[in-house]
């Protein structure tokens, strides 16, 4: 296995569950690329280094099946948007609470179909890939469902809901895709948060990120797994299967790969970077808008037409004065990531590909916009902006969090459009990072997807070496 973020644990575990003798190198001194937590700012403050709120950790098919027992914590709201009025828009987890004004019908209707059918739906939107053709049925049942996640996210909130709330509250969801808001298929994006918000919840595990990632690497250590930090793969090792978590360019640096192919992955498309700030709190954050105290995630950028209008900043090279923040706030419901009394808040937005400048003072300006007092509450920050994201793990290529563009031409067909994307054209060479279906996010099913392949053609006895001349540079 080469890397070990949450695809290349997941797939190292269904290799090694299915009894091979698993090796793991990772690049980093630690484990768990993208499920890491550290004292990023003062001792006793624990930051999540990338991801932090896991809708599909807590509850993926391979999650499902791994059957970790992490500890998780879920806020009593989904997800809250404050507003210029001093209130906010919540997502209740239940459907039934939801109180979304004179919108609330048109959501409930937009989203119940899908909550009621999950089961049948979520193989179309996590897999296991490539998709069985039974698993397109419900696409047929659900034609309105699948017609509104291929659109666009904000002509479909303008045409389908009335005030400016809903509207609002769409858009921050739908940025979640790190695609402009007038691009297919965005919508898709916030219409699937929803329906997992609604469904299993916007968990994350006590205490932090990494205890994914350390359950991850105990269950493959009680198999008998190796994993070699600080191990940089320079070249394809000798295996008889070779399942690496890396971005398509790494692939191409490591492996010597078939000309047409080669070229295919040359053409792979990363999207925008992250720009991050973590905060240590001497207070909760002193929002306005009182409800925002429920949720542990909070969007904050106003209206659509803002969030709109940050998306497309980036987009176009010049990221917005008032940026759209996805925001996490763990502290209030997991108090042991801070010393007592005190909190931690995480925030991330969108900007250019490898963008070099700063956007703390932006980002500072628009929590302070929804939470007057809040500057005065911090007493260290951390700044990480796109290239400390791909001098810690190199899968963050200019900082883009989803291992690749997102849009309709990469979002099943990435890396390069086969039949299976996992398998590589060299024998025994897998690849299952996010560049594979279905993308960013911490779901481990690009890597049990990948592992599941390279199962399948060993039982079917198709496989050689990965360590056949030619392989290897
Ligand atoms: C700021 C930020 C916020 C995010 N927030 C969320 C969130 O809240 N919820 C969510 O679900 N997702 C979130 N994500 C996305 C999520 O973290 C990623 O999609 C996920 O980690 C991808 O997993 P992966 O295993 O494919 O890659 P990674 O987690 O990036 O892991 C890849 C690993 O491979 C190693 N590696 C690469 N090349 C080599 C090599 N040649 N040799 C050895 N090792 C190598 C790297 O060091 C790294 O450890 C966020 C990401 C970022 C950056």
């Not at 659900?142 to 666009?152: G, H, I, N």
């Not at 500072?364 to 260290?380: D, H, I, M, N, S």
């Given at each position: 296995?080469?890397?070990?973020?949450?695809n290349?644990?997941?797939?190292?575990?269904?290799l090694?569950?299915?009894?091979?003798?698993v090796?793991?190198?990772?690049a980093?001194?630690?484990p768990g690329?993208g499920?890491?937590?550290?004292e990023l700012?003062l001792p006793?403050?624990?930051?999540d280094?990338?991801?932090?709120?896991?809708?599909m950790?807590?509850?993926?098919p391979f999650?499902?099946?791994?059957?970790?027992?992490v500890d998780w914590?879920?806020?009593?709201?989904?997800?809250?948007?404050p507003l210029?009025?001093g209130?906010a828009?919540?997502l209740?987890?239940?459907?039934?609470?939801?109180?979304?004004g004179?919108?609330?019908?048109v959501?409930r209707?937009?989203v119940?179909p899908s909550?009621?059918?999950w089961?049948?739906?979520e193989?179309?939107?996590l897999?296991?890939?490539?998709?069985?053709l039974?698993s397109?049925?419900p696409?047929l049942?659900?034609?309105?469902?699948?017609?509104?996640?291929l659109?666009?996210?904000r002509?479909?909130a303008?045409?389908r809901?009335?005030?400016d709330?809903v509207r609002?509250?769409?858009?921050?969801?739908?940025a979640h895709s790190?695609?402009?808001?007038?691009?297919r298929p965005s919508?898709?994006?916030?219409?699937?948060l929803?329906?997992?918000?609604?469904?299993?919840g916007?968990?994350f595990p006590r205490?932090g990120?990494?205890?994914?990632?350390?359950?991850?690497?105990?269950?493959?250590?009680?198999?008998?797994?190796?994993?070699h930090?600080?191990?940089?793969?320079?070249?394809?090792?000798?295996?008889d299967?070779?399942?690496a978590?890396?971005m398509?360019?790494?692939?191409r640096?490591?492996?010597r790969l078939?000309e047409r192919?080669?070229?295919?992955?040359g053409?792979?498309?990363?999207g925008?970077?992250?720009?991050?700030?973590d905060?240590a709190?001497?207070g909760?954050?002193?929002w306005?808008?009182?409800e925002?105290?429920?949720?542990?995630?909070?969007?904050?950028?106003?209206t659509?037409?803002?969030i709109?209008?940050?998306?497309?900043?980036?987009w176009?090279?010049?990221?917005?004065?008032r940026?759209?923040l996805?925001?996490?706030?763990?502290?209030?419901?997991?108090?042991?990531?801070?010393?007592?009394?005190?909190?931690t808040?995480?925030a991330?937005?969108h900007?250019?590909?490898?963008?070099?400048?700063?956007?703390?003072?932006r980002m500072?300006?628009q929590?302070?916009?929804?939470?007057?007092?809040?500057?005065?509450?911090?007493l260290a920050r951390a700044?990480?902006?796109?290239?400390?994201?791909?001098?810690?793990?190199?899968?963050?290529?200019g900082?883009?969090l989803?291992g690749?563009?997102?849009?309709?031409?990469?979002?099943?067909t990435?890396?390069?459009?086969?039949?299976?994307?996992?398998?590589?054209?060299?024998p025994?060479?897998?690849l299952?990072?996010?560049?594979t279906p279905p993308?960013g996010g911490?779901h481990g099913?690009?890597?049990?997807?990948a592992?599941l392949?390279?199962?399948?053609?060993?039982s079917?006895?198709d496989?050689h070496?990965?360590?056949r001349?030619g392989?290897?540079r």
């Amino acid at each position: 296995m080469i890397g070990s973020g949450p695809n290349g644990l997941a797939g190292a575990l269904t290799l090694a569950r299915a009894g091979l003798a698993v090796e793991v190198h990772e690049a980093a001194p630690e484990p768990g690329g993208g499920v890491r937590t550290a004292e990023l700012t003062l001792p006793g403050f624990r930051h999540d280094l990338c991801s932090a709120i896991h809708p599909m950790g807590r509850d993926s098919p391979f999650f499902r099946r791994a059957a970790l027992g992490v500890d998780w914590v879920e806020s009593p709201a989904v997800v809250a948007h404050p507003l210029d009025d001093g209130t906010a828009v919540v997502l209740e987890r239940d459907l039934d609470k939801l109180d979304l004004g004179r919108d609330t019908g048109v959501y409930r209707a937009l989203v119940e179909p899908s909550v009621r059918r999950w089961a049948e739906l979520e193989p179309l939107v996590l897999g296991p890939f490539p998709l069985a053709l039974r698993s397109l049925v419900p696409v047929l049942r659900l034609a309105d469902s699948v017609r509104a996640a291929l659109a666009a996210a904000r002509p479909l909130a303008e045409s389908r809901f009335e005030t400016d709330r809903v509207r609002a509250l769409f858009g921050g969801l739908a940025a979640h895709s790190v695609l402009p808001l007038e691009r297919r298929p965005s919508a898709g994006f916030g219409l699937a948060l929803a329906v997992l918000g609604h469904v299993a919840g916007w968990g994350f595990p006590r205490g932090g990120a990494q205890a994914i990632a350390d359950a991850l690497v105990a269950e493959l250590r009680a198999l008998g797994a190796t994993i070699h930090v600080s191990s940089v793969v320079d070249e394809l090792p000798e295996a008889d299967v070779v399942l690496a978590d890396v971005m398509p360019a790494e692939l191409r640096r490591v492996a010597r790969l078939p000309e047409r192919y080669d070229r295919a992955l040359g053409r792979y498309r990363h999207g925008p970077g992250a720009f991050k700030l973590d905060w240590a709190l001497s207070g909760p954050i002193p929002w306005t808008a009182s409800e925002c105290a429920r949720a542990a995630t909070v969007h904050v950028g106003g209206t659509l037409d803002e969030i709109s209008a940050s998306e497309w900043g980036v987009w176009s090279g010049r990221p917005a004065e008032r940026p759209f923040l996805i925001l996490a706030q763990h502290t209030l419901f997991d108090p042991s990531r801070a010393p007592a009394g005190k909190h931690t808040a995480w925030a991330y937005c969108h900007v250019p590909n490898g963008w070099p400048h700063s956007m703390t003072e932006r980002m500072e300006a628009q929590v302070e916009r929804f939470a007057p007092g809040f500057r005065e509450l911090v007493l260290a920050r951390a700044v990480t902006a796109p290239a400390d994201f791909e001098a810690r793990d190199r899968n963050l290529v200019g900082g883009d969090l989803n291992g690749g563009t997102m849009d309709l031409g990469q979002l099943l067909t990435r890396p390069v459009r086969r039949l299976n994307p996992y398998r590589t054209p060299l024998p025994g060479v897998y690849l299952g990072s996010s560049a594979t279906p279905p993308g960013g996010g911490v779901h481990g099913m690009c890597g049990y997807s990948a592992a599941l392949a390279a199962l399948r053609d060993r039982s079917r006895g198709d496989l050689h070496s990965a360590s056949r001349s030619g392989s290897i540079r």
